[in-house]
């Protein structure tokens, strides 16, 4: 019954590796978020798809790249690992997007915890 | 620039007491607002949000909080702590001309029994 889950919860990797994280909502929501969490509890958004379309992009590295094979999945690519890259790593989902009628609710996934060695 | 301050990192209050955790916004244009609130090791829930109408918005588990916007705050409110309220509080905005979400650094509320 779990509304917005991410796989895995724990994620431990070496620096220069590739590693992805994967979000399903099952809301029938149109709209879907990654945040990062970094270790002082900032919370920032990275990027959002609206139905498989791409919204927000917000200036991370390009070794990061959202995918989203349709509107209840939201994967996360993350190439060649960076020790600054350890974080949490939220998936959230909103019925539409932001500004539309429920829009402005997110849901959010319990978190990836990353921590690159 | 468009941002959110929380300015108390930590909140303290007794259980039955009332409770106010504070937030402070910039943004161009009217802004949207919300309060989420993080158990430990969960991702963030919604408490509560302010569109437009009633500057005082009642939301989820007893909290409130009220859109000031000559002072452009939006504090969160509670009438009577309960420990089980103890948490990490995010104050979020959205500025009408966006469809991001900006959060606040966060509060951490403790209430003590």
């Known amino acids: 019954d779990t509304a917005v889950s991410q796989t895995p919860k724990y994620l431990v990797t070496q620096m220069g590796n590739d590693k992805s994280i994967k979000c399903e909502q099952n809301?029938?929501?149109?709209?879907m978020y990654w945040y990062k969490q970094d270790s002082k509890k900032f919370l920032k958004i990275m990027f959002s798809?609206?139905?498989?379309?791409?919204?927000i992009n917000e200036t991370v590295p390009n070794r990061f790249s959202p995918k989203s094979p349709d509107k209840a999945h939201l994967n996360l690519h993350i190439n060649s690992l960076e020790l600054g890259d350890s974080a949490v790593y939220f998936c959230a989902s909103s019925p539409r997007p932001p500004g539309l009628a429920g829009g402005d609710t997110q849901y959010f996934g319990p978190g990836t915890r990353l921590t690159v060695l | 620039a468009q941002s959110v301050a929380q300015p108390e990192d930590q909140v303290n209050v007794a259980e039955g007491n009332p409770l106010t955790v504070k937030c402070t916004y910039s943004?161009?244009?009217?802004?949207?607002l919300f309060w989420y609130v993080q158990y430990p090791n969960r991702g963030l829930q919604f408490l509560l949000k302010y569109i437009t109408g009633d500057n005082l918005v009642k939301g989820s588990y007893g909290f409130e909080a009220e859109f000031n916007k000559s002072q452009t705050s939006f504090h969160l409110k509670k009438p009577s702590a309960l420990v089980s309220d103890s948490a990490l509080y995010f104050c979020?905005?959205?500025?009408?001309?966006?469809?991001?979400?900006?959060f606040g650094s966060g509060t951490r509320l403790l209430v003590r029994p």
């Open positions: 943004v161009s244009g009217n802004p949207y």
């Open positions: 979020a905005v959205r500025p009408d001309s966006s469809y991001k979400l900006i």
């Open positions: 809301l029938g929501h149109d709209t």
């Open positions: 798809y609206n139905n498989k379309e791409l919204i």
